[in-house]
């Protein structure tokens, strides 16, 4: 199994721009999760879907912050428009079933200037 | 609400020296327990687990016993070495709808071990 897969792995970008990162769950996972890891703030959960359909986005900070799950393979988060206190890294995990541990992807370093 | 406390770190030990780190939970329920840990430039890896009190996870020479009276998960080693250095998640899993599945991760607690 390939694992979870993540795109880009860096991304740098200027403040303004808009900012879109891809999540390839392993497949038969019904769960996608999307976190965001920041040295101030630890892992923070920032949304997560089941069967494609978002069922908590509380954490989702600000109404920049949008994310998607078109289908079972694919996820995005976007940032529109990126601010410099976005920079972090972003990781999306999945999850086969309710209650399962949650397998997490290399992760997305990004840095807004 | 549900929570999860770890040890503060960072954590330093020589090599093969014994390693606690300590977790307590704070749940409804009966939740599932995790340890990940995370090695520079790295994702989480799910380390162990544990779905019910008493079970004991183990991985790698790691164990953590599930203590449903303490509501503890303490993860131990008894001989650490320098591959070991990373940090480690203490998590916890809560079921709170038909469709909810939150996970609650601790802080971290960084390891470094010294030849």
């Known amino acids: 199994d390939a694992g979870v897969i993540q795109s880009p792995r860096h991304e740098v970008t200027e403040m303004g721009q808009e900012v879109t990162l891809r999540c390839k769950p392993i497949s038969g996972h019904d769960y996608l999760f999307w976190y965001r890891q920041t040295m101030m703030r630890g892992l923070e959960l920032l949304i997560y879907f089941n069967n494609n359909v978002p069922i908590d986005d509380s954490g989702m900070p600000e109404d920049r912050f949008s994310a998607k799950m078109p289908n079972a393979s694919f996820s995005t988060l976007k940032i529109q428009p990126s601010e410099p206190r976005d920079s972090a890294v972003y990781f999306c995990?999945?999850?086969?079933?309710?209650?399962?541990?949650?397998?997490f992807g290399p992760g997305t370093r990004l840095t807004v200037t | 609400g549900n929570s999860v406390t770890q040890m503060e770190g960072p954590v330093t030990l020589s090599e093969e020296a014994f390693l606690t780190i300590n977790c307590t939970y704070t749940?409804?329920?009966?939740?599932?327990l995790f340890w990940y840990v995370q090695y520079p430039g790295e994702g989480l890896q799910l380390l162990l687990k544990?779905?019910?009190?008493?079970d004991k996870g183990s991985n790698k020479g790691f164990e953590a016993t599930y203590r449903k009276e303490t509501t503890s998960f303490h993860l131990e080693k008894g001989s650490v070495q320098v591959s070991d250095s990373a940090v480690y998640f203490c998590?916890?899993?809560?079921?709170?709808?038909?469709?909810?599945?939150?996970?609650?991760f601790g802080t971290g607690t960084s390891l470094t071990v010294i030849p």
């Open positions: 749940a409804t329920g009966y939740p599932s």
């Open positions: 544990a779905t019910k009190a008493d």
């Open positions: 995990a999945s999850s086969a079933y309710r209650g399962l541990e949650q397998y």
């Open positions: 998590a916890l899993s809560d079921l709170p709808s038909n469709t909810g599945n939150q996970f609650y």
